[in-house]
């Protein structure tokens, strides 16, 4: 799953065990964004967290750093309310998160493809029917 179908929700607003947070517009969008599986969205948060933490940034900013960075991303949507929320999330570039910060971020949020992205030659049978190429 590409981590911008998460559609708004690394904020970091959104935390395993606690209420979606007062004035959380997630009620309202949540049924247009595809679904996604709590558990994955608590890895992903607790990674931005993490790394967050390290870094002196805020989550949106580890976020859509992290996003923009991303070779399928084509665009990140910034949905800033208020001044203070834009001036954080312009924060987010200019700098670079490390290769290894990237690869725990990217691990974090990797989930196997479904058929028929799913690589053909590793779905059963189809491997004797058609080898890899060598």
């Known amino acids: 799953m590409e981590p911008a179908r998460l559609g708004g929700r690394l904020t970091g607003r959104i935390r395993r065990g606690q209420p979606v947070p007062e004035g959380s517009c997630l009620h309202a969008t949540e049924q247009f964004a595809p679904p996604v599986a709590e558990e994955h969205l608590y890895r992903v948060v607790d990674a931005l967290d993490e790394i967050a933490a390290e870094t002196g940034r ?24 208020t001044e203070e929320q834009l001036r954080q999330n312009l924060g987010a570039v200019g700098w670079k998160l490390t290769p290894d910060q990237v690869a725990r971020l990217d691990a974090a949020s990797a989930v196997t493809p479904a058929y028929p992205h799913f690589p053909y030659y590793r779905q059963p049978g189809f491997a004797r029917l058609s080898p890899p190429a060598v």
């Open 58 to 81: 805020s989550v949106p900013q580890i976020a859509i750093n992290w996003l923009l960075r991303r070779p399928t991303v084509s665009s990140v949507i910034i949905g800033a309310r």
